[in-house]
């Protein structure tokens, strides 16, 4: 049975949150996060390490004992140290703090005060008033549990594109060795490169007496069978998640990708186009009434309306068939148009990997050059570098500049946004970086003028270079906090500043909407991947695929420059 590093990284956090609302040690209560964060973020799934033979403690905060418990966790689905917990501690606690605003220290004194133990537990005790009178809540705060409560649906949120791709690569290479296979491929929002996935849409084509079905369903990791025939199957994997497989003809396989493909939107407008012009089109092929003139491409349905092809990426109905129509569609940047990532942590500060870790990584990657943006020591990181601490740091990142050869090694910092639009390293600091990578940490909660006036503050600082994370959410844990982007990217463009599009999968932040907004103000885009380790330089990809639904460009994406021409955008 395949455990996914999701299942993996789950498991960990959840004992971690267990154990903060318990009071335990807190770098113990770290070491289990550093965990589940280092297995969620792995490119390869512990399952195949082990496999491999591989030694687990080379990865990065893994010593003896965490090893074994991902080996325990690999070979039995179990963490027993959990079970152990779940048992002194009610497990549904955990849930709680996925209420913003609630975390392990609140949620254990509403446990201890008022014996909340659910999410129903905590929406009664905010509708009858019994929160406002516990130490260190109040009316104000009563009311914004109130309100997050009745926002929090409970439901099983859709799946991080990230864990999808784990959970679509395990099942496809399992697949793939059933007899008859020709064409296998994960259509639906999967395809697209959505953020966040629903179902899985598995398309295949296949001899007719391959028997894929049977073996679609004897899959280890199914849970339910909902239903079996001939030519789709539909079952539960133990994630939650549902696959639909469908055993489709090689002369519609065109027409199938397109259509289960989607959007539905997207699918529709072309569909209307096809009406207009005679012609049918459905999941089968493209009909001019009885007779089959397109699908066994997708190319040729898009032909059959005199379309050029339109990328996956692109098709939610937001423009992309006007854009084909008048030959205005954009080139997409791609992965090898990426020359180097400006944002990045060490272990100096909240990273897991060392400096020349990381810069060897960055090499094995290709890229030209490689920003090391260190947090700076505000209330919200207390991990962060103080003045001394950076400066000192950026000697060390002169020291191995001068060792390494093919990689340049920028000095940054991400430098937090203070409540009134501050920066939080004098500015005679700040002049001695290449840039600066400016975020917001703290205060997520200031009405939307006012923070957006706090970033255009900030903005105003000539030190000020690129806005992280410009929204601050985290998918499906946090909202984003409320801000006029409009006003922020005119800003941008006003003050030679850019935004970020942040491929740390749970951030995805600017989001391809935003990212077109931005492309469409002339507002140019740094992709970058936040990386806390040598791994995460990896999810540059993630980054890219937002940057694709977005629309942007080579020429919209500041890293797909030469050194010499991207230090040159920093001269405010």
């Known amino acids: 049975m395949p455990v996914h590093n999701s299942e993996i990284a789950d498991k960990f956090d959840r004992l971690a949150d267990l154990l903060e609302i318990e009071g335990a040690n807190p770098f113990r209560v770290r070491a289990y996060r550093n965990t589940a964060r280092t297995v969620r973020g792995y490119p390869r799934s512990m399952s195949d390490l082990l496999d491999d033979g591989e030694d687990l403690t080379e990865l990065p905060d893994i010593g003896d004992d965490l090893a074994e418990k991902i080996r325990a966790l690999v070979r039995s689905g179990k963490l027993p140290l959990l079970q152990e917990v779940e048992e002194r501690i009610p497990p549904a606690l955990s849930e709680l703090m996925k209420i913003e605003g609630l975390g392990p220290k609140r949620v254990r004194t509403l446990y201890n005060e008022l014996n909340i133990k659910t999410l129903d537990d905590l929406k009664e005790a905010a509708a009858s008033g019994r929160i406002h009178d516990v130490s260190g809540f109040g009316d104000k705060s009563e009311e914004k549990i109130k309100q997050r409560v009745e ?3 409970g439901e099983k949120p859709r799946t991080l594109l990230v864990d999808a791709e784990e959970i679509a690569r395990s099942l496809l290479d399992y697949l793939k060795k059933a007899e008859g296979i020709k064409d296998v491929m994960v259509a639906g929002s999967f395809r697209r490169r959505k953020e966040t996935v629903g179902d899985l849409d598995i398309l295949i084509t296949a001899s007719k007496s391959a028997p894929i079905m049977d073996h679609f369903t004897d899959y280890d990791d199914v849970e339910e069978v909902l239903s079996k025939g001939k030519t789709r199957s539909t079952v539960y994997l133990r994630c939650g998640m549902q696959v ?122 290709g890229y030209e050059y490689l920003a090391i943006t260190e947090h700076s020591k505000s209330l919200a990181i207390a991990s962060g570098l103080d003045t001394k601490e950076l ?156 940057a694709r639904r977005g629309w942007l460009e080579k020429k919209d994406v500041i890293n797909c420059l030469p050194l010499k021409k991207l230090l040159q955008l920093f001269a405010r």
């Open 244 to 365: 639909d497989l469908r055993v489709v003809p090689q002369v519609g396989f065109g027409a199938a990708q397109h259509y289960f493909t989607g959007s539905r939107a997207h699918n529709i407008a072309v569909r209307k186009m096809g009406v207009r012009q005679g012609y049918k089109i459905n999941e089968y092929g493209v009909f001019k009434g009885d007779e089959r003139i397109a699908g066994k491409t997708e190319k040729s349905v898009y032909e059959s309306v005199g379309l050029p092809f339109i990328p996956p990426e692109l098709r939610e109905n937001r423009g992309e068939l006007e854009a084909a129509r008048d030959g205005s569609l954009p080139k997409l940047i791609t992965l090898k148009d990426i020359r180097g990532n400006l944002h990045a942590h060490t272990t100096a500060s909240d990273g897991h990997s060392t400096l020349k870790d990381m810069a060897h990584a960055a090499k094995e990657l």
């Open 151 to 153: 926002k929090f649906s």
């Open 391 to 546: 400066l000192a740091h950026l000697d060390r990142i002169d020291q191995l500049n001068a060792q390494l050869d093919g990689l340049v090694l920028l000095k940054s910092s991400e430098v937090d946004i203070l409540e009134d639009g501050t920066l939080d390293y004098p500015d005679e600091v700040l002049k001695q970086l290449d840039f600066t990578v400016c975020a917001i940490h703290q205060k997520f909660d200031l009405p939307r003028k006012k923070q957006t006036e706090r970033i255009l503050r900030a903005m105003d600082n000539p030190y000020f270079h690129i806005l992280a994370h410009p929204s601050g959410r985290l998918i499906n844990e946090r909202d984003p906090y409320e801000t006029d982007l409009e006003k922020i990217l005119e800003a941008a463009k006003d003050r030679n500043c850019f935004v970020e599009l942040n491929a740390q999968p749970k951030r995805l932040d600017l989001t391809d909407e935003g990212c077109k907004m931005a492309r469409e103000m002339g507002v140019k885009v740094s992709i970058a991947t936040d990386a806390h380790s040598a791994a995460g330089l990896a999810n540059m990809r993630f980054g890219v695929d937002q």
